[in-house]
């Protein structure tokens, strides 16, 4: 089975804060994708990669970059945390570009930013 | 542009009862289609999909029909358990691209 890991279930931050969320697949999928998702917003999606140092900027990628150094990791970075950046982050991988695999996900990492 | 439309909730309904959730769709050409399941306190997983027109999908006694003619790929079970109660998305990838459009989820609680 796929495994998508990522990092933390949990995390506390302050505001101002340089925050990293980590995200680590083992089946040698291509693309990689970092949602968030809130109460009444379902998911949206902040950046994809779809190769090693390669992203693109999804619906909502403000305040927020990413970096894919290794196939197998993709982390999302928030530059200067915000009390509006309190959210669950979900990361997800898809196998090769077909664009009808489904996208496998980690277990989300809730972040308050305080 | 693709987009998906499901029913909104929360749904609540008595165990052994009969579900249905709506999706509808919008695409160009003619893409697969997804259910995905969120569990509390997890990510969300794949649980059943269709990948052409009149084909059914099917898993953990749900299933779902790609409908062309009406653009839709409603969910139904026969007789839900507690154990169902979760947060079920309607997907569909952009033809031709990477991502995925999902829907904006249904919580189904599931009364004993």
């Known amino acids: 089975d796929v495994k998508v890991t990522q990092s933390s279930r949990y995390l506390v931050k302050r505001t101002g804060e340089k925050v990293f969320l980590e995200c680590v697949q083992d089946?040698?999928?291509?693309?990689m994708f970092w949602y968030r998702q809130d109460p009444g917003l379902g998911l949206r999606l902040i950046y994809f990669?779809?190769?090693?140092?390669?992203?693109e900027k999804g619906d909502i990628p403000e305040g927020y970059s990413v970096s894919r150094e290794k196939k197998e990791r993709f982390s999302l970075i928030l530059e200067s945390a915000s009390t509006n950046q309190t959210s669950m982050y979900l990361c997800?991988?898809?196998?090769?570009?077909?664009?009808?695999?489904?996208?496998?996900f980690g277990d989300g990492t809730r972040l308050s930013i305080l | 542009g693709d987009s998906v439309t499901q029913m909104e909730g929360p749904v609540t309904l008595s165990e052994e009862a009969f579900l249905t959730i709506n999706c509808t769709y919008t695409a160009t050409g003619y893409p697969s289609l997804f259910w995905y399941v969120q569990y509390p306190g997890e990510g969300l997983q794949l649980l059943l999909k269709a990948t052409k027109a009149d084909d059914k999908g099917s898993n953990k006694g749900f299933e779902a029909t790609y409908r062309k003619e009406t653009t839709s790929f409603h969910l139904e079970k026969g007789s839900v358990q507690v154990s169902d109660s979760a947060v079920y998305f309607c997907a569909l990838p952009y033809t031709g691209g990477f991502k995925t459009i999902f829907g904006a989820g249904t919580r189904l609680f599931v009364k004993a």
């Open positions: 990669s779809y190769d090693v140092k390669m992203k």
């Open positions: 997800a991988s898809s196998p090769t570009g077909i664009s009808n695999q489904p996208q496998h």
């Open positions: 089946m040698d999928h291509e693309n």
